[in-house]
């Protein structure tokens, strides 16, 4: 699928989108074509910004349209009609996670795609986060020998409910807002866990859901605590860093406080502070998670031109989904859940 330049549209214009956009539109390889919001208002301010034509509906869009891929920003109880437009008409998709509410609709959506041999990624965007590529080639260098232990956090007192008043009304909140990204992190850094553990809370009134969770994952030879929590009060704001420990038989990798990497390789220790490339239209605090939507989109370029499957194809989401899920599961039942349950 090599291009001159790809064409596309982005499906949901609201508030993360608008990185999406900004992204895209440093990237040489794509021409935008469309966007499309059920609000008309939303799509047509960022065609009016960014290019193309404006819709409403995603019908007429795709009826319209000649496209190579389209970016699916929308929220997650319409992706799977949205994906399964794109699989009716013949065009790649990139789809923001969660994925789906239950396994039923994301295999649905991977099995549309595929049947169409179509690519199709999800925009996992943390492991894509520059500190989070720094860390993976550590471990990978084989600097800290083999990890044994990993601890993911991310917490905060930051007003997420202002931008994102959908998180009030949903009864699954920071697990499928936050913690999914933790998850693959863990992951990535450490591998596949057997089991997890969930214990979680609701502390904000104002929720139906939780807004503080912690959950235990066993993997082979491993194990990793995620924690996440929307109601920690701080005198220094890191909102929206995450901090990494992951702790290896050989040395250790500790991801704290404004980016500050420390390793500890055998005998020798170093520290640093991670810089986050500056692409002229990201900002404080952002700039960390708008940088990774630049790395994810080259990412998906480049798997577009080289027909390569992309590291969070719909597929290794599956996976991903049944942690999520099994999280809820784990917190319903109090029991342990066996990862791989819900994907038989």
């Known amino acids: ?17 608008q990185n999406h ?12 074509v469309a966007t499309c919001d059920v609000d008309f208002e939303k799509a047509k301010a960022a065609a009016e910004t960014f290019g193309g034509t404006a819709y409403s509906s995603a019908e007429k869009l795709f009826a319209n349209e000649k496209l190579d891929f389209v970016d699916i920003a929308t929220t997650p109880p319409t992706h ?33 795609m595929s049947d169409k ?21 550590i471990i990978d260098s084989g600097a800290i020998g083999r990890p044994f232990f990993g601890r993911i956090c991310f917490r905060t007192a930051h007003d997420v409910y202002s931008a994102q008043s959908w998180l009030v009304e949903s009864e699954r909140m ?17 591998g596949e866990p057997k089991t ?6 609701r502390v904000n009134p104002i929720i139906k859901g939780e807004d503080s969770a912690t959950i235990l994952m066993h993997m082979e030879d491993a194990t990793c605590i995620v924690d996440a929590s929307y109601e920690t009060r701080s005198d220094h704001s890191t909102y929206p860093q995450t901090f990494v420990i992951i702790e290896g038989t050989k040395g250790a990798i500790t991801l704290s406080a404004d980016y500050h990497l420390q390793v500890v390789s055998g005998t020798s220790v170093s520290n640093e502070v991670i ?30 031109r080289n027909a390569k499957t992309p590291e969070t194809s719909g597929e290794d989401t599956l996976k991903l989904l049944d942690i999520t899920l099994g999280a809820y599961e784990s917190i319903n039942s109090g029991q342990v859940f066996t990862v791989g349950s819900l994907l038989k």
């Open 80 to 112: 799977k009609m949205m994906v399964e437009l794109a699989a009716k008409n013949g065009v790649a998709a990139i789809c923001q996670k969660p994925l789906a509410w239950d396994m039923g609709d994301a295999k649905a959506m991977v099995e549309a």
């Open 196 to 201: 997890i553990f969930t214990s979680a809370h």
């Open 1 to 17: 699928m090599k291009k001159e330049k790809y064409r596309y549209a982005l499906i949901g214009c609201g508030f993360f989108a």
């Open 275 to 304: 810089e986050i490339p500056d692409h002229g239209w990201t900002s404080q605090p952002w700039n960390g998670i708008q940088d990774s939507v630049v790395n994810v989109n080259k990412h998906w370029i480049d798997c577009l």
């Open 174 to 190: 920071i697990i499928v807002d936050v913690a999914v990204h933790l998850f693959d992190l863990a992951r990535y850094f450490i």
């Open 21 to 32: 956009l900004h992204a895209w539109s440093q990237n040489p390889d794509v021409e935008l």
């Open 117 to 137: 041999n179509l690519p199709f990624m999800v925009h996992e965007n943390f492991r894509f986060q520059t500190p989070m590529r720094k860390i993976k080639e």
